[in-house]
């Protein structure tokens, strides 16, 4: 049952819309401070190749390197065998696993390989792989990439969440992931990289403008560089923004949570104004079921709540991968695949 299903427990901190925006590499990992020894996400690539030899000089013999192989393209052999390489002349261990990390039907292959890659990185971490073991996780994502995060938010019609782009730091299953470049832009990390002299293999899919992110990248950036010089400053500065909004809408729909009960109070519930009914709802399939509702279904289940005004009123509707029931004065949320309504 829901109930006794293990909740994910997510920390994150997020830029402060007061914080300086755009870094130079130096700066970034001289206010970097994790918790020791580290972990860096190296894909052999320029922005996680930047990061291991920064992290590496800066915490001699306390830095280990985790590779993910995709096994996606052809070249992925050749990346591990690069990153073995690289770890071996700069004397960092380097741990590798390897993941199925294909899309199955309509399913965004970059989130596919994503998921595929947090998993790899937290089995890595946790599976006794790494020893010492690891506690902290650096990955090099950096402006460009939380400007782009923010751009394909848009395009989606996110809500906050997605506005509020991807945290500096978060917590989960016991390992506390890091984005120490994530207020350095994509051309620093190259400038200081080139004067390293330190080798990185380019990765053929970041030029595939198939995927929606290259497209963003390789079109829109520029023509935003072009005509607002400061944006990866503004943008993020807006993101800052909604993370606030957002957290103060999550400490509201916790108390109002506590009020309704889990699972919520149908009566409670239509006492709540539509903004902050669909403010609880969201964060009730979230944090008790780890399942979002569209748009469309957020608002027919609102009009439905809103509806059972008798006791014998059924309310049977599809959410997510299962359906929310009311059975008796509460809401229910349930999977028919897990066989048991909660």
Known sequence: MAANRRQVRRTVVRLSPNQAVTL?????LARFAPDLPLAVAYSGGADSTALLLACARKWPGLVQAFHVHHGLQVAADHFEQHCRAFCAGLGVPL?????????????SPEAAARHARYKALEALALAGQALPAISSIAIAQHAD??????LLALGRGSGLPGLSAMPHTWRRGGICYHRPLLQVSAADIRLWLAGQGAAFVEDPSNSNERFTRNRIRARLLPALQQCFPQFRDTFARSAAHAAQAQQLLLELAVQDLAQSGVPPNICSLQALSPARLANLLRHWLQATHQVAASTAQLNELMRQISACQTKGHALHLKVANGFCVRRGALLHWYNPALLTPT
């Not at 741990?95 to 399913?107: F, I, L, M, T």
């Open 95 to 107: 741990q590798v696993q390897k993941v199925d990390a294909r899309h199955a039907s309509g399913e």
């Open 145 to 150: 990439d939380q400007i782009e995060t923010l």
């Open 24 to 28: 130079s590499l130096p700066q970034a």
